[in-house]
């Protein structure tokens, strides 16, 4: 199934502000689905996290109506690269032992957004859209 642009971002942006609502809220339960136990320093760092994943939310909602351009080209490879960078550490940690088989659907979802995002850079490129 390929997805524009638009809809990736769209769908991004959505999964970014649940997570922060989430990593803000609620840090124990998703710590606790990855069998890591909640610390105040754990919380400290998810709290800042959850500001991060709501600030991504808002600027894929906000490009997610911009032509192909070299500013959309960059956030969508840099998006890339950090989803699949996390995607080989949460895989990572879970084969050394220091996260439970939770952190797995976390790997899965960034690998498939990862792959999304490469996929709706291939076919703008495919439909001959220009970068500029």
Same mark, same amino acid.
Do not use: K
């Given at each position: 199934?390929? +997805?524009? =642009?638009?809809?990736?971002?769209? $769908?991004?942006?959505?999964?970014? =502000?649940?997570?922060?609502?989430?990593?803000? =809220?609620?840090?124990?339960?998703?710590?606790? $689905?990855?069998?890591?136990? !909640?610390?105040?320093?754990?919380?400290?760092? @998810?709290?800042?996290?959850?500001?991060?994943?709501?600030?991504?939310?808002?600027?894929? !909602?906000?490009?997610?109506?911009?032509?192909?351009?070299?500013?959309?080209?960059?956030?969508?490879?840099?998006? $890339?690269?950090?989803?699949?960078?996390?995607?080989?550490?949460?895989?990572?940690?879970? +084969?050394?032992?220091? @996260?439970?088989?939770? $952190? +797995?659907? @976390?790997? +899965?979802?960034? =690998?498939?957004?990862?792959?999304?995002?490469?996929?709706?850079?291939?076919?703008?490129?495919?439909?001959?859209?220009?970068?500029?």
């Amino acid at each position: 199934m390929q +997805l524009s =642009f638009r809809t990736l971002s769209i $769908i991004t942006s959505l999964l970014c =502000f649940v997570l922060a609502l989430a990593w803000g =809220f609620f840090p124990q339960v998703l710590l606790a $689905i990855w069998n890591i136990e !909640y610390s105040f320093a754990a919380g400290f760092v @998810a709290r800042r996290s959850a500001v991060l994943f709501a600030a991504l939310g808002v600027v894929f !909602y906000l490009v997610r109506s911009a032509p192909p351009s070299l500013g959309r080209n960059a956030l969508s490879n840099g998006f $890339i690269v950090g989803c699949f960078g996390l995607a080989v550490l949460g895989f990572g940690e879970w +084969l050394n032992g220091h @996260a439970g088989p939770g $952190i +797995l659907l @976390a790997v +899965l979802v960034e =690998f498939a957004l990862g792959l999304g995002f490469v996929q709706a850079r291939r076919v703008t490129v495919e439909l001959g859209e220009t970068v500029s």
